[in-house]
């Protein structure tokens, strides 16, 4: 029998409060917190594990429903109750509870869900996968399987999902449920993929952001807003903010929004599952670049591969040491570095993007031409691939600084010489408007706008 079989049991009281898979409406003044059919034995066990048991905590299947959307079995409390008790004051949190090693997470979507739903996930797996963690999340075509599970139910309440607990014996929880009565086609809630990624979160050991203070997200909570220290099973993740951060990914409440995550989220993810990186300077001039592939777990085999080849010559190195040069000093353009890494059977493809010479021409040039003697005009300038600043001409001869005056007696830039944006005074000649973009490696190609000038002007502007 399949494990999203036992599933088929949802009866649930529609009074529960969800922690962060509830409607934001749903956290007001008038609802009751309770514990229902919890023994005392669990409660202490909780509460000595710095969980606050008002917090809507109540009896869930095979287990308890405890923070509201984590659910945990008797042994998994066992597990959490701590020794000593420390008490976190700041940000981003996870359990002792992580997922051991560098692996790949095979993740089972429910087939009930629909086509939207299921873009959702995609979408929540890519969210990971693009922070280059030491877990890649994979999405899974066999449930028996799988390392994490979601699965469809549906009840009328205001329960949106639950995941099964924190990690244990180095694996992630399981089990992840999601409401079928908020998430499905009809409804296409803009919270979905973030809602996915908050309880793949739980699964790998993340508690919520705001625990100590729900009210953060979830408005006023009774009796109290904090969920509890939890002792050593929360942890302050190094270099994130003192205080609940708006938008991250792991708030107890939703408010029905898609929130990727923020660069605190990112920070919190790298620093607890922190992956295989490339170091190297992304800038190839002439000569030889290294690049340096870090954090190789010990007995890995690491191949690397460089391409285009008309652009990128692969000039030496090997296992996690890359060197490369330009094919000609002539050529420039955009290429990738690979390291393929194959860690206990597991491949890792580690990638950097890499730009060979000068920059390319600007992808456009707006601005007014026709101009006005004496006007103030505005251009701006498209992206130049592989540039790092701007360069710009006027009409010869011009003022490379120039200040506003009622009869100029040539073109000057006034400001943004050296970025996309440039303002300039108009002298009396006609000529070209040229922007190019700069790197290390030199000036690019131009792109070019031919400009007249009409002799009524004396000062206004032109700019758009």
Sequence with gaps: MKRRKNYSTRIVPNTIISAFLLLLLACSAEEEVFIEDVPSEIIVKLEKAGFAT?????????????????????EQIDALVPTEVETPTTEHYRTNNLVNGFRTIRVFMDPDFGNFMQNAFDDALARYNA???????????????SDIVFEAFFENSNLLGF????????????????????????NARPDAATT??????????????????????????????????AGVGA??????PVNPEVGSWMLACSNNTNRPFTNADEIALIDTYD?????????????????????VPPGS?????????????????????????????????????????????????????????????????????????????RYTSGAAQGATSYKWYLPYPYDQNATVVVDPARW??????????????????????????????GTGGAKIMNVTVTTSGGGGGDMP
């Design 54 to 74: 008002s917090e809507g905590l109540r009896k869930f299947r095979d287990g308890y429903l405890v923070e509201t959307d984590i659910y945990l079995t008797e």
């Design 131 to 145: 922070l280059n963690l030491r877990l890649v999340f994979e999405r899974s075509a066999n449930e028996n399987t």
């Design 163 to 186: 995941s099964a607990g924190f990690p244990t014996g180095g694996d992630p929880a399981q089990n992840i449920g999601l409401n079928t009565f908020f998430y499905n086609n009809a």
């Design 196 to 229: 996915i990624a908050h309880e793949i979160g739980h699964a790998i050991g993340f508690r919520h952001t705001d625990f100590m203070n729900r009210a953060f997200s979830c408005g006023q909570v009774l009796p109290g807003n904090n969920e509890g220290d």
């Design 235 to 240: 942890n302050h993740i190094n270099n994130t």
């Design 275 to 295: 992956g295989m990186t490339i170091t190297g300077n992304t800038l190839v001039c002439g000569g030889n670049n290294t690049f340096t592939l870090n954090n």
């Design 301 to 377: 085999v690491v191949t690397w591969q460089a391409t285009p080849a008309n652009i990128l010559d692969q000039a030496a190195g090997n296992g996690a040491t890359a060197v490369l040069s330009g094919i000609s000093n002539r050529v420039s353009g955009g290429g990738t570095l690979t390291f393929n890494v194959v860690v206990n059977g597991v491949n890792f493809n580690v990638t950097t993007n890499i730009w060979v010479g000068r920059p390319a021409s600007p992808s456009s040039l707006f601005g007014p031409s026709p101009v006005r003697y004496g006007a103030l005009a």
């Design 412 to 441: 000057g830039i006034v400001s943004g010489g050296n970025s996309r944006y440039l303002t300039a005074i108009v002298g009396p000649n006609n000529g070209l408007v040229q922007v190019m973009g700069v790197n290390a490696c």
